[in-house]
């Protein structure tokens, strides 16, 4: 009897050891709303730059989600980058973006530091935040920059919100801020200015190499021609 019991409490030790941990992992995973200003100025600019640069005309500013874009903010703190995208409008300091379109920038989520989720929009409302692609895309802040590439808690973070936005959604592609001109000359492009057109480099080659061996198990796509 001593060693029945003694197999047991073994078997029991190894199973919460192991197959439970992906599930505590989950289980702990937790997004919090932290909500911009979505008012009348914003859905009409944002209607407007559905028409004028991706030529959809649509009553509402939603878009249906397919793809996910990754990004840095290279702004340092999570209140700092809630009040660059709170206001409807484009600060006047973003000159080379404003002949586009006097929307401000935003993004659905943003991930902090320590790889808290914050939501800033409801997943399918329309956010500005990667030239081309706004309509069909969800974007996902970072905090951080070239010079405080992202953490393993933002790895971590990131992983589990693409799985989550993916049971949602059919999504089909995830890709870095830095590819999305690869998608030019697809079907998904939508800009109506062929010149305009911003260099970018976030969210770091090396963050998307770990981001795609971790989700690989999804069979999401990355960008056009990618290696």
């Not at 399918?124 to 920059?145: D, K, P």
């Amino acid at each position: 009897m001593i060693k029945k019991h003694a197999v047991k409490l073994m078997f029991l030790i190894l199973l919460c050891s192991t197959a439970p941990l992906n599930l505590r992992a989950q289980s702990t995973f937790r997004i919090f709303d932290k909500p911009i200003i979505f008012d009348a100025e914003r859905k009409r600019l944002s209607l407007e730059y559905l028409e004028k640069r991706h030529g959809l005309k649509q009553d509402q500013p939603t878009i249906k989600p397919i793809m996910i874009v990754l990004h840095w903010t290279a702004i340092p703190t999570v209140e700092q980058t809630f009040d660059a995208f709170n206001k409807s409008r484009l600060p006047g300091a973003r000159k080379e973006i404003a002949t586009a379109s006097s929307l401000n920038v935003s993004s659905q989520f943003v991930i902090d530091r320590d790889g808290t989720v914050f939501r800033l929009l409801p997943d399918t409302v329309f956010a500005r935040h990667v030239i081309g692609l706004n309509y069909c895309a969800i974007g996902v802040e970072n905090i951080g920059s070239e010079k405080n590439p992202l953490t393993p808690a933002q790895l971590v973070a990131n992983e589990e919100l693409i799985r989550y936005l993916k049971r949602k959604y059919p999504i089909q592609y995830v890709i870095g801020h830095y590819e999305y001109t690869r998608f030019k000359g697809t079907d998904l492009w939508k800009e109506s200015d062929p010149t305009y057109n911003t260099q970018k480099t976030d969210p770091g080659v090396d963050f998307m190499r770990r981001i795609r061996e971790r989700i690989k198990d999804l069979n999401i796509k990355g960008a056009p021609d990618h290696k």
